[in-house]
């Protein structure tokens, strides 16, 4: 069986009530997973690699977003983070039956975004991350 990821999708965006709020939130979660280096904000938005927030002029977005996690451990980690920064539990952390080892825990975020922590098992990766440099 083989598994590719992070190749689809380019970056996501969300719209949210208050970015306060989603900031505090989001800071925590990737600072549980270890992968808090390179977090941007300011008054209007947080950034996070792909990950995109600001402010709503309308209606906030509707999304599920999974975030990949090293092991059993950063799974718990996310989960208590989420709650203690305003999550709410959609799913506490324990394997699932999407694939064998599939390993996740659900938060609803602040604006209701079902946000995951996954660990697919023990698995090889063949890069740690994409490189992407502009050409000129």
């Not at 600072?31 to 402010?55: H, Q, S």
């Not at 975004?113 to 023990?122: D, K, Q, S, T």
């Amino acid at each position: 069986m083989e598994f590719h990821r992070g190749r689809l999708i380019d970056h996501l965006h969300l719209r949210v009530a208050n970015v306060e709020a989603s900031a505090k939130f989001y800071r925590a979660i990737l600072t549980a997973l270890g992968k808090d280096a390179g977090i941007r904000e300011g008054l209007d938005y947080f950034n996070a690699d792909e990950l995109w927030i600001d402010a709503a002029d309308g209606e906030t977005s509707r999304a599920h977003l999974a975030f990949q996690a090293i092991d059993h451990a950063a799974v718990h980690r996310f989960y208590e983070a989420a709650l203690e920064a305003g999550g709410k539990d959609n799913g506490e952390p324990g394997e699932r039956h999407y694939h064998p080892g599939y390993y996740a825990a659900f938060v609803l975020d602040p604006d209701g975004n079902n946000i995951e922590a996954v660990y697919h098992g023990p698995v090889i990766q063949n890069v740690e991350s994409v490189v992407i440099q502009p050409d000129g």
